[in-house]
């Protein structure tokens, strides 16, 4: 089946600041820009260990690739989760950054900025200019898919009893507006996303294997750091982080621990009371000690491994050395 064009947000034709204001250290400098649940979360945890690198608070303001629309995501959820995180003035997207000014690294992480490549560009050339740096992090397509499925399913907003199910009514969802998330097969298409971002950056956007990022973090964070243009080594705290991987998915060991979680998330208070109580990586701990790994049937996988064929014969064209381990 050829997939639909996915019709994306027009940019916007008025910015709200001249060019000229691109270097403001309430604006980023590096940029993490996908793909999702291919372990960004756990990359901006490890990196910001380092004194001189700091994120956005959330680290995900959408502003770039999604502050222009209009109106809101259609699917499932997305109300209450994509719909309030998008940043859409400039104003609000700078006061994320408030907290991060005085770092030398200022990182925006979101991982919608790959898939809607178009719109992302124009506003970077709007708001920031060619003093930026881009990091991409690429998964196996199928696994970053079935971890997409897999993480809406435990939260309670897929509406398909299986990935095969969900990946048959993809494209009427895109058609009906649900959120990029819910893309599993459309934004695993790597190729197409990354040409027009290899095009403008060139040398200032490096590749990461989501693989080796998992298995020799601390050896991909200092390259990372060093490339950023830091001294490669992290601060004291960091040779005791926990290095294990976070905001992951799986199957659920308990359905009622994912509820009491999932109440948390949707009372604002009690997320607030919770965050306020409970450290980042103890809440994550937590919650991955409910899940188990879960992979993609074997059916699951052919399927979808045939769908991306030709897209992935293109990604190893365009990034040559840089070619992620499970592309050869």
């Not at 969900?166 to 507006?177: K, Q």
């Not at 208070?269 to 937590?286: M, S, T, Y």
């Not at 790994?293 to 979808?304: C, G």
Request: hydrophobic share 35%; with cysteine.
């Amino acid at each position: 089946m050829t997939p639909p064009t996915v019709t994306h947000a027009p940019p916007s034709s008025s910015p709200a600041t001249a060019p000229d204001n691109a270097t403001s250290t309430s604006r980023p400098n590096v940029l993490i820009i996908g793909a999702a649940r291919a372990g960004s979360t756990f990359l901006v945890n490890q990196l910001t260990h380092h004194p001189d690198i700091a994120v956005s608070n959330p680290k995900e303001t959408h502003f770039l690739s999604l502050g222009s629309r209009s109106e809101g995501f259609a699917g499932p959820g997305d109300d209450t989760t994509i719909n309030r995180q998008i940043q859409h003035s400039l104003t609000g997207w700078e006061s994320t950054f408030l907290p991060a000014q005085r770092a030398k690294i200022r990182i925006d992480a979101s991982v919608s900025m790959l898939y809607y490549a178009e719109e992302t560009l124009t506003q970077i050339d709007t708001y920031l200019g060619d003093d930026v740096k881009v990091i991409v992090v690429l998964r196996d397509p199928v696994d970053r898919a079935y971890s997409a499925f897999k993480y809406l399913q435990n939260r309670g907003f897929e509406t398909s009893a299986t990935f095969g199910e969900a990946l048959d009514v993809e494209y009427g969802r895109i058609s009906d507006g649900w959120h990029h998330l819910w893309h599993y097969s459309s934004m695993s298409r790597y190729a197409e996303q990354l040409e027009p971002w290899l095009d403008r950056f060139g040398d200032q956007l490096t590749v990461v294997d989501y693989d080796r990022l998992i298995d020799d973090s601390a050896a991909v964070c200092n390259e990372l750091i060093d490339w950023m243009g830091l001294d490669p080594k992290l601060n004291p705290e960091a040779e005791s982080a926990d290095t294990r991987a976070v905001n992951s998915s799986g199957e659920l060991r308990s359905s009622g621990m994912q509820q009491l979680l999932t109440t948390c998330r949707k009372v604002g208070w009690l997320q607030r009371a919770v965050k306020a109580a409970i450290p980042f990586e103890l809440r994550e701990r937590l919650r991955s000690l409910n899940l188990r790994t879960a992979m993609a049937s074997e059916s699951d996988r052919s399927r979808l491994m045939g769908e991306l064929d030709q897209d992935m014969a293109r990604l190893r064209d365009l990034l040559g050395p840089m070619s992620p381990a499970w592309l050869d």
